[in-house]
Each structure stands twice: as structure tokens, then as C-alpha cells.
């Protein structure tokens, strides 16, 4: 279960650690947020970072993750910070050897943040090392059964791509579900959570339906496909530009590589096509899929 974080519940706003040189740039006002001390930013968007956890916390490892929200969600927005209070907890109620453990969520000095489990392989986006392509199948299968334990409780992920599947040392964990949409029932992509990964993202979801385990479905197949073979389905995406990208993912037919192994072919096309009589069921059956596959290279 996500605990709240110190003080009241939220952390108040003398509860943080005080400044230290080099403070890190907002939205994070110090090296510490609430008690953990930030050690790293990971990866380029600068929302997630590395950081030693309190002792309060027991044993959850010498490290963890924190996502860090936009200032403005934690600072303005009370209806906000409850939303995705809320829907953390949802989240973190789901038991899983395939999810992430999320481990707190936290109000501080203005930033809203969630801590969670930190794994030492990197994700699938990049991996600590190199992987086989059994490697990485196996780490699709295990997202897809990370995806379908969330399903089984009524939630979508609605973020499934490759820099949100970790790896460890006997495969992989399902990251980083999309919240947008329990802080603006209406929106979808863009708002104050910013746009994601346009490219693995079911056109469906794009066209303002609601997401559900088949568009989660899509997802896992654009990133098998993008694993197998260091490719987007939409490869001439212009990311400076996401107006244009939602566009170009509406309206151009995905590009399937050649040279795909011919069964990784035929379960990115069953995936990604809603209307193929092949088409995996569930998220469940395509981890199925997928560990009959990974277990024969």
C-alpha cells in the first residue's frame, strides 16, 4: 500500500531538508525531497530520480526511485494531489511480480512525488546490457502479466512503452502507469502531465476512447516491435512537434520492420491490428504468447 509521506500526510512545508549547494533545478527545490536524499536524475525527461530512502521507511533497499509531478499539480491544485493520491494507492494495492512496488506518495515544499522500488538492470529503452532476443521478449511477456494483474483490478496502465519496463536479473517490471486521466477524466494525452511515448499509444486512446486491456494490448505489441527491432511502427515521427505526431500516428498505417523474426512478426500484427481473428484476448495470453516463444530461443 503507498503510505503518505511525513508530517501531515502530505510532508509539510518545514519538513524538508534544508538547501545545500548545487541544488537541483525545479521542479525539485533541494537535494532532498521530504527525507530522501536525491542522489541521480534518471534518463532526460528529468522526472525521475535516484535517491537513498529514510530509515523510517524499513527495508526497501539502499535505493529507490521517485517520480517527481509538475510544481504546479502539487502548489495549486488540491483536487489534483487527491486524484493521483487516490489513484497511487489503486495502484499500489495491486500485488504483482510484474509491477513495480510503489512505496509512498508524498506532498513537499510544493513537489508531489511517488517513491518506488528501484531495479539495477535499467529498462528496456536502456538496458544496463546488452540483451538477446530472448532476453527481451521475456521482458515484453513479463509487462504483459504486470499489464494484466492491473487489468484484473479494473485499471488500464495507459503508458506502456519501453523506458517503463525495467529490468532485473530474472526479467522485468511493468513501470510507470499513465495518470492523466485521474487528474481530467477528459483528457487524454496532452495537459499538465505532459504528452507520452505518441508512438505507443493505441490510435483508439489518440481518437479519445477510453483505455482498456486491448489498448494496452497495442502498446506491448508497438514495444515488441520496437525491441526486436530498434524500431518505432511509426518511424518518421517529428517529436519537436506533438501536435503532429498525434496526427501523423491517426492517420499512417504502421510501419512493420523487415527482418523481423517471423514469429515476433506475427504477434506484433495480431496485436496491434484490433480487427485480426488472432488477436490476444488479453495481456494474460499474450505473456502466454510470448514465454512460449522467449523459452524456445
Given at each position: 500500500?503507498?503510505?503518505?509521506?511525513?508530517?501531515?500526510?502530505?510532508?509539510?512545508p518545514?519538513s524538508?531538508?534544508?538547501?545545500?549547494?548545487?541544488?537541483?533545478?525545479?521542479?525539485?527545490?533541494?537535494?532532498?525531497?521530504?527525507?530522501?536524499?536525491i542522489?541521480?536524475?534518471?534518463?532526460?525527461?528529468?522526472?525521475?530520480?535516484?535517491?537513498?530512502?529514510p530509515?523510517?521507511?524499513?527495508?526497501?533497499g539502499?535505493?529507490?526511485?521517485?517520480?517527481?509531478?509538475?510544481?504546479?499539480?502539487?502548489?495549486?491544485?488540491?483536487?489534483a494531489?487527491?486524484?493521483?493520491?487516490?489513484?497511487?494507492?489503486?495502484?499500489?494495492?495491486?500485488?504483482?511480480?510484474?509491477?513495480?512496488?510503489?512505496?509512498?506518495?508524498?506532498?513537499?515544499q510544493?513537489?508531489?512525488?511517488?517513491?518506488?522500488?528501484?531495479?539495477a538492470?535499467?529498462?528496456?529503452?536502456?538496458?544496463?546490457?546488452?540483451?538477446?532476443?530472448?532476453?527481451?521478449?521475456?521482458?515484453?511477456?513479463?509487462?504483459?502479466?504486470?499489464a494484466?494483474?492491473?487489468?484484473?483490478?479494473?485499471?488500464?496502465?495507459?503508458?506502456?512503452?519501453?523506458?517503463?519496463?525495467?529490468l532485473?536479473?530474472?526479467?522485468?517490471?511493468?513501470?510507470?502507469?499513465?495518470?492523466?486521466?485521474y487528474?481530467?477524466?477528459?483528457?487524454?494525452?496532452?495537459?499538465?502531465?505532459?504528452?507520452?511515448?505518441?508512438?505507443?499509444?493505441?490510435?483508439?486512446?489518440?481518437?479519445?476512447?477510453?483505455?482498456?486491456?486491448?489498448?494496452?494490448?497495442?502498446?506491448?505489441?508497438?514495444?515488441?516491435?520496437?525491441?526486436?527491432?530498434?524500431?518505432?511502427?511509426?518511424?518518421?515521427l517529428?517529436?519537436?512537434?506533438?501536435?503532429?505526431?498525434?496526427?501523423?500516428v491517426?492517420?499512417?498505417?504502421?510501419t512493420?520492420?523487415?527482418?523481423?523474426?517471423?514469429?515476433?512478426?506475427?504477434?506484433?500484427?495480431?496485436?496491434?491490428?484490433?480487427?485480426?481473428?488472432?488477436?490476444?484476448?488479453?495481456?494474460?495470453?499474450l505473456?502466454?504468447?510470448?514465454?512460449?516463444?522467449?523459452?524456445?530461443?
Amino acid at each position: 500500500m503507498v503510505q503518505p509521506g511525513p508530517a501531515d500526510g502530505f510532508g509539510s512545508p518545514d519538513s524538508s531538508q534544508p538547501a545545500a549547494d548545487g541544488a537541483l533545478p525545479t521542479p525539485v527545490p533541494t537535494t532532498y525531497i521530504a527525507d530522501f536524499r536525491i542522489t541521480k536524475r534518471l534518463g532526460h525527461g528529468g522526472s525521475f530520480m535516484l535517491a537513498t530512502p529514510p530509515e523510517r521507511l524499513g527495508d526497501v533497499g539502499g535505493q529507490i526511485v521517485l517520480k517527481v509531478f509538475p510544481t504546479e499539480i502539487a502548489a495549486n491544485d488540491e483536487s489534483a494531489v487527491t486524484a493521483l493520491t487516490e489513484a497511487l494507492r489503486a495502484i499500489a494495492a495491486v500485488h504483482s511480480d510484474y509491477l513495480v512496488q510503489m512505496i509512498e506518495a508524498g506532498r513537499n515544499q510544493g513537489v508531489f512525488y511517488c517513491a518506488m522500488e528501484y531495479l539495477a538492470g535499467g529498462s528496456l529503452a536502456e538496458p544496463s546490457i546488452p540483451l538477446t532476443m530472448g532476453e527481451a521478449v521475456r521482458a515484453v511477456a513479463n509487462a504483459a502479466r504486470g499489464a494484466h494483474a492491473l487489468h484484473d483490478a479494473g485499471i488500464p496502465h495507459r503508458n506502456i512503452h519501453p523506458a517503463g519496463i525495467i529490468l532485473h536479473a530474472d526479467g522485468a517490471k511493468l513501470a510507470d502507469p499513465g495518470l492523466a486521466s485521474y487528474l481530467n477524466p477528459g483528457m487524454t494525452l496532452t495537459g499538465r502531465l505532459g504528452v507520452p511515448e505518441v508512438d505507443f499509444i493505441s490510435p483508439e486512446i489518440i481518437r479519445g476512447l477510453p483505455a482498456s486491456r486491448a489498448t494496452d494490448v497495442w502498446s506491448l505489441g508497438a514495444t515488441l516491435h520496437y525491441v526486436a527491432s530498434g524500431k518505432s511502427i511509426f518511424p518518421n515521427l517529428d517529436r519537436s512537434n506533438p501536435v503532429a505526431s498525434l496526427s501523423a500516428v491517426l492517420n499512417t498505417p504502421p510501419t512493420i520492420a523487415e527482418g523481423l523474426p517471423q514469429p515476433v512478426d506475427q504477434i506484433v500484427r495480431q496485436c496491434i491490428d484490433p480487427h485480426h481473428p488472432d488477436r490476444p484476448s488479453s495481456a494474460g495470453d499474450l505473456a502466454d504468447r510470448l514465454d512460449e516463444l522467449w523459452k524456445r530461443s
